[in-house]
């Protein structure tokens, strides 16, 4: 039985390990995020601007 991983923004399933992304929210409360490869590059553009913006988004879709 192989182990599935699923990015927690784009939903999709691969076989390996996804790249981990920590992000320390307002209320100092730390979350880990798996993102995949297209969807790490996507941070990578994002960094310019606030994490809250792109990584608070991802807290709120958890949190559903």
């Known amino acids: ?5 699923i990015c927690d923004k784009c939903s999709k399933e691969f076989p390996q390990p996804l790249d981990e992304e ?4 307002i209320h100092g409360e730390w979350h880990v995020f798996d993102l995949c490869a297209p969807c790490r590059a996507d941070l990578k553009v994002e960094r310019g601007k606030p994490d809250k913006e792109f990584l608070g988004k991802l807290v709120k879709k958890k949190g559903k």
């Open 22 to 25: 920590k992000y320390k929210d």
């Open 1 to 5: 039985m192989t182990k599935i991983f």
